[in-house]
């Protein structure tokens, strides 16, 4: 690609100057730039990318745009400038994007944006990125850039401007895939399932694999949006905790502003997966001052176990709360994962260790510094053992009953192991890897671990 072709868009009708200024640069340092207009009061008639055509996109008229309040109007036309990209992206007509704009056109372009696929260069200029980003970056590979102004073309925005055409164009003259890529298995953590993701990740290295570790604080949502970019082809979806976090409103949930669905792409795309309810547990909050007051009333009332019978919920760290699900919880969140998995299209291994989930969820019995809740602690400020089998944790039968009620039976893509193991014992990696090999070797069928040892359903 000698020449990328880049997008420049924003409010054209309010920017006027800088958007043309943009595309002189993105010009002069070698890039094609195409201008798409994403004006909110009035159209203009230079853009290459007409107002018109943009909202066509959705079949939104000009006139509605203009009569809505500003909200409203933002919203139309960051819709339509977002099947807009897409559609050019697919054509061959957008190796790039960059705007340059205050809080509304950043909000508009930024939503264009984050409909691009990763990898795709995306640079916002906007004044305000001393600012908290996170409702415009979503999940999104968005470079934010301070231009110092929302707009005029002085010495000193010239050569922020300057610099960011430049970028943009380098970019998108980077190759998509490196060569010498190896295929990528993703693997979904928390500090509280670490060792048995490390056993996983270590098997598929071994391999010929790169393994990506993802955090379920939020970037559960890059990891499905990666996977239906088809960069990731296998998944340990471990710790799929964002589930219990989005139920619970938790800053740890996927991003308000992602349009996904977090454990779907896998079965859509129909790559081994292995599901296990690591995390599932509890739900990760923010600082103890942020915690919504129902919750604090629940631990006062112990309708959800507080910590050593405080009345307060276990704190992680200055920045983690940490509460534990309560069964109603984990019923609404196993209906999830069943309705979400029930049409799989690749081979699907749900394994639900029936001794606990995390480091947190463990019987003083099983408890060690190694597996991260240390002997003398007494239980870990998860655990709710089950008073018909105490060694089982009381959520896992709950879930084990729900799946066996609403898990489609007839799909030969889905698989249901219990197993009588902990998240963290050495042997359910074991079983996990085991599963995964069987996967990528195309030897593996549904019912096939039905003999091993401490599987139990």
Same mark, same amino acid.
């Given at each position: 690609? &000698?020449?990328?072709?880049?997008?420049?868009?924003?409010?054209?009708?309010?920017?006027?100057?800088?958007?043309?200024?943009?595309?002189?640069?993105?010009?002069?340092?070698?890039?094609?730039?195409?201008?798409? #207009?994403?004006?909110?009061?009035?159209?203009? /008639?230079?853009? *290459?990318?007409?107002?018109?055509?943009?909202?066509?996109?959705?079949?939104?008229?000009?006139?509605?745009?203009?009569?809505?309040?500003?909200?409203?109007?933002? #919203?139309?036309?960051?819709?339509?400038?977002?099947?807009?990209?897409?559609?050019?992206?697919?054509?061959?007509?957008?190796?790039?994007?960059?705007?340059?704009?205050?809080?509304?056109?950043?909000?508009?372009?930024?939503?264009?944006?984050?409909?691009?696929?990763?990898?795709?260069?995306?640079?916002?200029?906007? *004044?305000?990125?001393?600012?908290?980003?996170?409702?415009?970056?979503?999940?999104?590979?968005?470079?934010?850039?301070?231009?110092?102004?929302?707009?005029?073309?002085?010495?000193?925005?010239?050569?922020?401007?300057?610099?960011?055409?430049?970028?943009?164009?380098?970019?998108?003259?980077?190759?998509?895939?490196?060569?010498?890529?190896?295929?990528?298995?993703?693997?979904? &953590?928390?500090?509280?399932?670490?060792?048995?993701?490390?056993?996983?990740?270590?098997?598929?290295?071994?391999?010929?694999? *790169?393994?990506?570790?993802? @955090?379920?604080?939020?970037?559960?949502?890059?990891?499905?949006?990666?996977?239906?970019?088809?960069?990731?082809?296998?998944?340990?979806?471990? $710790?799929?905790?964002?589930?219990?976090?989005?139920?619970?409103?938790?800053?740890?949930?996927?991003?308000?502003?992602?349009? !996904?669905? +977090?454990?779907?792409?896998?079965?859509?795309?129909?790559?081994?997966?292995?599901?296990?309810?690591?995390?599932?547990?509890?739900?990760?909050?923010?600082?103890?001052?942020?915690?919504?007051?129902?919750?604090?009333?629940?631990?006062?009332?112990?309708?959800?176990?507080?910590?050593?019978?405080?009345?307060?919920?276990?704190?992680?760290?200055?920045?983690? $709360?940490?509460?534990?699900?309560?069964?109603?919880?984990?019923?609404?969140?196993?209906?999830?994962?069943?309705?979400?998995?029930? /049409?799989?299209? !690749?081979?699907?291994?749900?394994?639900?260790?029936?001794?606990?989930?995390?480091?947190?969820?463990?019987?003083?019995?099983?408890?060690?510094?190694?597996? !991260?809740?240390?002997?003398?602690?007494? #239980?870990?400020?998860?655990?709710?053992?089950?008073?018909?089998?105490?060694?089982? &944790?009381? +959520?896992?039968?709950?879930?084990?009953?729900?799946?066996?009620?609403?898990?489609? +039976?007839?799909?030969?893509?889905?698989?249901?192991?219990?197993?009588?193991?902990?998240?963290? *014992?050495?042997?359910?990696?074991?079983?996990?890897?085991?599963?995964? !090999? #069987?996967?990528?070797? @195309?030897?593996?069928?549904?019912?096939?671990? +039905?003999?091993?040892?401490?599987?139990?359903?």
């Amino acid at each position: 690609m &000698s020449k990328p072709t880049i997008v420049c868009a924003g409010m054209c009708n309010t920017k006027s100057a800088e958007i043309r200024y943009l595309a002189e640069q993105v010009a002069e340092h070698g890039g094609e730039p195409v201008i798409m #207009d994403l004006s909110l009061g009035a159209a203009v /008639d230079w853009a *290459d990318i007409r107002l018109e055509e943009v909202l066509a996109s959705t079949g939104t008229r000009i006139e509605d745009v203009f009569a809505a309040p500003r909200a409203s109007a933002l #919203d139309m036309v960051g819709h339509a400038g977002a099947v807009k990209i897409v559609e050019l992206h697919a054509a061959g007509r957008c190796d790039g994007i960059i705007s340059w704009a205050g809080s509304v056109g950043t909000t508009a372009a930024t939503r264009v944006m984050r409909a691009l696929p990763f990898g795709v260069p995306k640079i916002m200029l906007t *004044d305000m990125a001393s600012s908290d980003v996170s409702m415009w970056l979503g999940n999104k590979d968005i470079y934010i850039v301070n231009p110092t102004a929302e707009q005029g073309i002085n010495v000193v925005t010239q050569k922020a401007v300057a610099n960011a055409a430049a970028a943009v164009v380098a970019m998108a003259l980077v190759p998509e895939v490196p060569r010498g890529s190896k295929p990528l298995v993703a693997i979904t &953590s928390y500090g509280t399932t670490t060792p048995t993701v490390l056993r996983c990740a270590e098997f598929m290295e071994g391999k010929g694999w *790169d393994a990506s570790i993802f @955090h379920a604080v939020g970037v559960g949502a890059t990891m499905e949006d990666l996977i239906r970019s088809g960069l990731i082809s296998a998944i340990f979806d471990i $710790t799929p905790a964002e589930l219990m976090n989005n139920l619970l409103g938790s800053v740890y949930g996927t991003p308000k502003t992602w349009e !996904g669905e +977090r454990l779907t792409a896998a079965s859509a795309m129909g790559i081994p997966q292995i599901v296990v309810p690591g995390g599932l547990d509890q739900a990760a909050l923010g600082p103890l001052h942020t915690v919504p007051q129902q919750y604090l009333d629940d631990l006062k009332t112990e309708r959800r176990r507080s910590h050593r019978g405080s009345g307060l919920p276990y704190q992680h760290n200055d920045s983690v $709360t940490v509460l534990p699900a309560t069964l109603e919880e984990v019923e609404q969140v196993s209906l999830e994962i069943a309705g979400k998995l029930n /049409d799989t299209r !690749g081979p699907t291994a749900l394994i639900i260790p029936m001794r606990g989930w995390s480091a947190y969820d463990q019987s003083e019995e099983l408890a060690t510094l190694q597996r !991260g809740w240390a002997q003398g602690n007494g #239980d870990g400020p998860m655990w709710q053992p089950d008073p018909s089998h105490p060694t089982w &944790s009381q +959520r896992a039968t709950l879930m084990l009953s729900v799946l066996q009620e609403h898990l489609n +039976r007839e799909n030969p893509n889905l698989d249901l192991l219990a197993c009588d193991m902990h998240i963290l *014992d050495p042997e359910l990696a074991n079983l996990l890897t085991r599963c995964m !090999g #069987d996967m990528l070797d @195309h030897t593996w069928r549904k019912g096939i671990y +039905r003999d091993v040892d401490r599987v139990i359903a």
